[in-house]
């Protein structure tokens, strides 16, 4: 699906129709009942009043019809709708319909990258010849026993570096308590003692014991992407003893991804320790000892071959799909032309648009493993009572997202146009450059978190209603699909495409702009919102219950 959504409508800025095949066109600011739209050769008055971001129809639907959006199926009449009436849940239900494909196997026009061709970024060169884009020590629970004492940790390290993230807000708080004459003066940071280092991550969560067998398999291989994920020098991991995610079974699944034993792994178990005091100090000396052996690395040039962008949204509305996602899909292209990588993951958010996928899949046996996991997914949903339709959030649904296929089509537009190289199981980690498919689920934080697993080093997170999620260890960008959140959410916004959708820039000019400040981000030249609000979230998927 091409992301020159915009070029055949650029003269109107009241709606928008997306794909010549459409019949509907979207909102772009509030309409009142009676206005007039031009549509082609010919014109309509609005039946209702439509709000922005929301879509109408253009033409009288009977029960049964088809709704087209982005030139596909994105759901079905369940009643008469009028022409220049609201699309909304009462009258349309998800449904999809496979079309003749858009793509074409082996037919991608790469972008002209010729501005990028010697451009490099400043990594972290690992051992095993991968790149970061940060250089981190990680502190990991085995099982949810050893939360507390990774909080424990947490504030010790924060305190001994001087480096506390919270410092200001735990000032608001003397104030509000005592008021300002009465508040203790807060210490400024001093000089960074490891300057190569870019901090320590804790991990928490509440896995590894009283799960299934394949839960304890599922975690263990994902903390070993983040072990050994090129963002990090190494680990720290607390383990309690009688969990059923044992130290071996993470040991394992580290020797499959660093077979060399190159990243160094410190492995503690609390009911082999003397004392929790013994415990705390052990791993405040390998924490310690590990950020000292870190900071020998220094950040060099490395090519943008070397990048993998993971592509996420979270809290979209009815723009996301018109905006941010098709600019980070020309991103994605960018970087695949420049010999990167890019991970589209969410597979309910790609139900609808499945072939299209299919037919730019590199081969049929990529194709046929997406086929077996999309299908894999659809059962263990079912089995508790679950289905991709049911994806849409409240905020998507009063945003103009009323179907999953109407939020797939736009999902999708994150991808870009390159080919399929792989698709990869929740877990396994990227081999191959070029554009990978995940599997995982569309809850934000469990799809960013095996982004990340899975060797993404710079996330690009979509939204139109805003989200601070983060990563631990994957610096996480935030581009906004409308200027109006941009501005209301500076605090947590990286990259406004609000431009787009009036007008004033087209997603060839943008998509340069961004990559740029991927390339300033992965050098840490430029230090995302997430970062710097400390926000690191960590979340592993139990499979079959989330979409």
Known sequence: MTT??????????????????????VALKDLPVGHPIDDGDRRLQLAEAIPH???????????????????????????????????????????TATSVPQ?????????????????????YHRPDGKVGTANLWLVVPLVFCENR?????????????????YRDYKRMARELLHGSTGAAPVEPPGERLFPNVDGVRFLTHTLGCGGTDEDA??????????????????????????????????????????????RPVHYLEQQASVSEEALIREALTTIFDGLSEANRTPRAPAPLSALTVGVECGGSD??????????????????????????????????GVEHELIARCRDDAVAERFRALMEAYQRHAARVGADFS???????????????????????????????VDVLDYTEPHTRAGLSLLCTPGNDVESTTALAGSGANLILFTTGLGTPTGNPVTPVLKIASNSELAARMSDVIDFDAGPIIRGEANIEELA?????????????????????????????????VSL
Request: glycine share 10%; proline share 6%; with cysteine.
């Open 4 to 25: 020159q959504i915009l070029a055949n409508d650029r003269g109107h800025l009241d709606s928008l129709r997306v794909h010549p095949a459409d019949n509907v066109r």
């Open 53 to 95: 971001k929301h879509k109408f129809t253009l033409q009288d639907l009977t029960p049964g019809d088809a709704v087209i959006m982005y030139g596909v199926t994105v759901g079905r009449a369940t009643r008469l709708i009028p022409a220049g009436t609201a699309i909304t849940t009462d009258n349309t239900a998800h449904s």
């Open 103 to 123: 793509a074409r196997r082996g037919q991608w026009q790469a972008p002209d990258v010729s501005a990028f061709v010697d451009v490099t970024f400043d990594g």
């Open 149 to 165: 004492n990774i909080e424990v940790l947490r504030q010790c390290v924060a305190d001994a570096l001087g480096e506390d993230p």
């Open 217 to 262: 398999l599922a975690l263990c291989r994902l903390l070993a992407g983040y072990i050994c994920h090129p963002n990090v020098a190494g680990a720290t991991v607390l383990s309690l003893g009688c969990q059923k995610a044992q130290i071996e079974m993470l040991q394992t699944a580290v020797a499959e991804r660093d077979p060399r034993g190159l």
């Open 318 to 351: 009815g723009f996301s799909g018109l905006s941010a996602n098709p600019l980070v899909g020309a991103v994605v292209d960018r970087l695949v032309a420049l010999g990167g990588s890019g991970i589209l993951s969410e597979f309910p958010e790609l139900c």
């Open 390 to 420: 049911m994806n849409p959030s409240p905020g998507n649904i009063r945003d103009g997202l009323i179907t999953d296929a109407m939020k797939s089509a736009g999902a999708a537009k994150k991808g870009g146009d390159s080919p399929v």
């Open 512 to 544: 340069e702009q961004l990559l740029r400040l991927c390339i300033d981000t992965a050098s840490g030249r430029y230090l995302p919102r997430a970062v710097e609000l400390a926000q690191y979230d960590f979340i592993p998927w139990k499979r079959g």
